[in-house]
């Protein structure tokens, strides 16, 4: 039987305590503790997060897990305008939208933010408004060169932003400035009801319609290559992400709803602990793979859910026992 040595290619240390950055599969001897550790990868949980004041669906979102934006949508009165912020515990309404709108898109953090296109159904028209978000109030800034409904977007503040896809399923992506949109190039399948993560110029596609897809497609900067699809095909689904190679999807129709959420390492999808609750169209915060933050969307029996859900991943330290 090979050894510890001939595996790894390292011997088994001794610490007094744990070391600072152990990789995972690394295992080490605690003097102090007097046992043998390990450290393993911890596939991730959902757990429970304050509702939203306003229970809705078909809203973006911005932020972190404990620092989000939710924004827009469509709640159980109707096409809302709603701003909530969320600290990590509860949700607090803040400053309106200047037009209330469902199916928008949306990107930042929780204090510079950016909310584009959408429906307003009493106009019956898809939209190109944009609007900035300073961390008060939203502004309204220059349109999408093409309006639109049901599209995805990345981007890490309200001056720097791409947008793509559409309904009917288009592959137009444009990108933000701070100052205006510029078309660059397109999706390489043209759909809407995606997800979308990262960040202006390092980006994931995934999913969408039309007929649930799993395709994936990450963004240079330039163009979009095709790379490997979700291991569950959905539309309507919930992303958030550092960059092309750091992500998580979660939630969606396929149908019917799904719980299933999946990681991204800049090659292949990773199914890892699903959500407590099934969303589709839900808002969605965060900025890794490891820590991720859902809420409102359709959850059975609810067609305009408040639930907030949060989702953490990442290795985690196990002491070796003989049984």
Same mark, same amino acid.
């Given at each position: ?58 809203l ?65 028209t ?43 399923a ?16 397109d999706?390489?399948?043209?759909r ?16 969408? +319609? =039309?007929?649930?897809?799993?395709? @994936? *497609?990450? $963004? #240079?900067?330039? !163009?979009? /290559? &095709?790379?490997? %699809? ?9 992303g ?13 129709? +396929? =149908?019917?709803?799904?719980?299933a @959420? *999946?990681? $991204? #390492?800049?090659? !292949?999808? /990773? &199914?890892?602990? %699903? ?27 609810s ?9 953490n ?11």
């Amino acid at each position: 039987m090979a050894d510890y040595k001939t595996i790894k290619g390292t011997k088994i240390q001794n610490y007094t305590t744990d070391p600072d950055n152990p990789l995972t599969g690394q295992v080490w001897y605690n003097e102090t503790d007097q046992v043998l550790k390990t450290l393993i990868f911890n596939p991730g949980s959902w757990s429970t997060g304050g509702d939203l004041n306003t229970g809705r669906r078909d809203l973006p979102g911005a932020g972190t897990q404990t620092a989000a934006l939710g924004f827009g949508g469509t709640d159980s009165v109707g096409i809302t305008n709603i701003t909530e912020s969320y600290n990590g515990t509860s949700w607090t309404e803040v400053n309106d939208l200047n037009t209330a709108r469902q199916y928008l898109g949306g990107t930042g953090v929780q204090t510079s933010a950016l909310a584009f296109g959408g429906r307003n159904p009493p106009i019956a028209t898809n939209l190109g408004q944009t609007e900035s978000w300073n961390g008060t109030s939203w502004t309204e800034v220059n349109d999408l060169n093409t309006a639109r409904k049901q599209l995805a977007g990345s981007g890490t503040t309200n001056a720097s932003a791409l947008a793509f896809g559409q309904d009917p399923a288009g592959a137009l992506t444009e990108s933000w400035n701070g100052t205006s949109w510029t078309e660059v190039n397109d999706l390489n399948t043209g759909r809407h009801d995606l997800a979308g993560a990262g960040t202006q110029t390092s980006a994931l596609a995934a999913g969408g +319609i =039309p007929a649930p897809t799993g395709q @994936t *497609e990450s $963004w #240079n900067g330039t !163009s979009w /290559t &095709e790379v490997n %699809d979700l291991n569950t095909a959905r539309r309507e689904l919930g992303g958030k992400g550092a960059d092309n190679t750091n992500a998580v999807v979660f939630g969606g129709n +396929i =149908p019917p709803g799904t719980a299933a @959420t *999946e990681s $991204w #390492n800049g090659s !292949s999808w /990773t &199914e890892v602990g %699903d959500m407590t609750l099934y969303k589709n169209r839900p808002g969605s915060g965060g900025t890794t793979n490891t820590a991720a933050l859902a809420f409102g969307g359709e959850t059975a029996p609810s067609p305009f859910s408040a639930a907030t859900e949060e989702f953490n991943a990442g290795p985690l330290t196990k002491t070796i026992t003989s049984s």
